[in-house]
């Protein structure tokens, strides 16, 4: 089965979305699920792993309800309060209720630089580790990649996901590709590590303003870092809908994609997140 590893929805009154702004354009309004379905469908996908895209439980209540009357939603990567190690165990506790939270991710993009090392957090992700759940890496550049490395090297037996690949620089020079690139391969030495090809839009101006050429150098360094055994394809829908739609990344990826022998090929497109997030157990 294909599975997209990094869908959204939000439900701007059941939860809270800070960076939701009106600035966001036309991803400020709700977003469910019942509208990506048909493209999902169409383009062959058959299950898709639901992400947080609010600091609060509410979020993640909302997507355990959407998995609830869709089984198309195979996963769902939740939050709990990281730096509220008191109150961790309560909620893992709840979420352990619901076999198909396979995951966790916390905004860290739009936190402090360096959140994630805070006592309190490393306690948390001891948990995260303790309970089999893999730990999300969003990021607002390939910089906060080095805090990726040092986490695993304080919790080796956590799973770790980076989420779009680290957000390469796509569109800008080779200087700054060989700096991403340098971070990514860091990150990859760790074993328990994985990556999402996921988000890719130009880093300079319109996100919307790549090609398959531009896409191209970044997931052939992301197959050469970590193998097709450890990347897994995500649409990021709706953010993808700033980034021409979510058909046209589907597109640029199989295009990027096709010269891989069929068995690697498989495991982006869902071997590696039935893996990576032991879907074959919900």
Not at 56 to 65: G, K, N, P, Q, S
Request: glycine share 10%; hydrophobic share 45%; aromatic share 6%.
């Amino acid at each position: 089965m294909i599975i997209d590893a990094h869908l959204h929805i939000w439900d701007l009154g059941r939860a809270r979305y800070p960076w939701l702004t009106e600035d966001a354009g036309i991803l400020h309004r709700d977003h469910a699920i019942e509208e990506i379905l048909p493209t999902l469908s169409a383009v062959g996908v058959g299950g898709a792993v639901l992400v947080q895209a609010s600091d609060e439980a509410a979020d993640t209540e909302l997507m355990i309800d959407v998995a609830r009357r869709h089984p198309e939603v195979v996963g769902i990567v939740g939050w709990v309060p990281l730096d509220r190690p008191d109150l961790v165990p309560a909620a893992l506790d709840r979420l352990a209720e619901e076999p198909l939270v396979v995951g966790i991710r916390s905004l860290v993009h739009e936190l402090p630089p360096g959140w994630l090392a805070g006592m309190a957090q490393d306690e948390s992700l001891s948990m995260l580790a303790a309970a089999g759940l893999t730990l999300d890496f969003p990021t607002k550049d390939p910089a906060a990649l080095a805090e990726l490395v040092a986490i695993g090297e304080r919790h080796p037996d956590l799973g770790l996901v980076v989420d779009h690949l680290g957000k390469p620089p796509i569109g800008r020079g080779e200087e700054e590709r060989a700096q991403w690139r340098e971070l990514l391969a860091a990150v990859a030495e760790n074993p328990r590590a994985s990556a999402k090809v996921s988000g890719l839009y130009s880093a300079v101006g319109d996100p919307a303003a790549w090609t398959v050429d531009s896409l191209r150098p970044f997931v052939d360094d992301a197959l050469e870092l970590f193998g097709p055994g450890r990347l897994m394809y995500g649409g990021d829908w709706p953010v993808a809908r700033i980034a021409g739609g979510y058909e046209r990344m589907w597109d640029a990826l199989g295009t990027i994609l096709e010269p891989l022998a069929p068995a690697d090929r498989d495991l982006v497109l869902g071997g590696t997140a039935e893996r990576v997030y032991r879907l074959a157990e919900v």
